[in-house]
């Protein structure tokens, strides 16, 4: 989930950003009924995407949704490929996702959604885990995994002190 090659500006929410969506990926591993501030509603569970081929499709079938598009006119295609001896996936402002295919937590449905939030919130001015990614992350995962999971999201980069920025 690392990035590089990007801005001189600093990264300064990115470990906490990881932990909320660790947690949030955790509840998207298990589905099923969640109490949320005493209201259920059940979540959906997300898949595992076993090779760069499944990766690359969903991609594909993100940047086609007319959905996504309206939100983020301007996105560009994505690469998806496999990346050796590194503990991390990461984006490349080329439109690149490189992910470790020997971790097995590397290939859910959430890390994709991450680093497709990336994608589509790269900017050389913003901190590349800041509030306008998180406005992105929201806005795919509600996409992908329903309001319910949006819902989650928001509450767990709240619950960490993390702004989301509104939608622009
Ligand atoms: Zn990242």
């Not at 932990?19 to 898949?47: C, H, I, M, Y």
Request: net charge negative.
């Amino acid at each position: 989930m690392a990035t590089r090659g990007g801005s001189a500006i600093k990264d300064q929410d990115r470990s906490l950003v990881y932990s909320a969506e660790d947690l949030w990926s955790k509840a998207l591993d298990r589905g099923g009924v969640v109490n949320f501030f005493g209201s259920t509603f059940t979540l959906p569970q997300q898949k595992i995407l076993g090779d760069l081929s499944a990766m690359q499709r969903t991609v594909d079938f993100w940047l086609q949704s007319k959905a996504l598009q309206s939100r983020f006119p301007n996105l560009g295609p994505l690469v998806v490929r496999g990346r050796k001896g590194e503990r991390k996936a990461h984006y490349e402002p080329d439109g690149v996702i490189a992910i470790p295919l020997d971790q097995p937590w590397a290939c859910k449905e959430a890390v994709l959604v991450h680093e497709f939030a990336h994608h589509c919130a790269w900017s050389t001015d913003a901190p590349a885990h800041g509030p306008a990614y998180r406005h992105a992350m929201v806005e795919v995962a509600n996409f992908v995994f329903g309001a319910e999971a949006a819902l989650l999201l928001r509450a767990a980069y709240d619950g960490a002190g993390l702004e989301v920025a509104d939608a622009t």
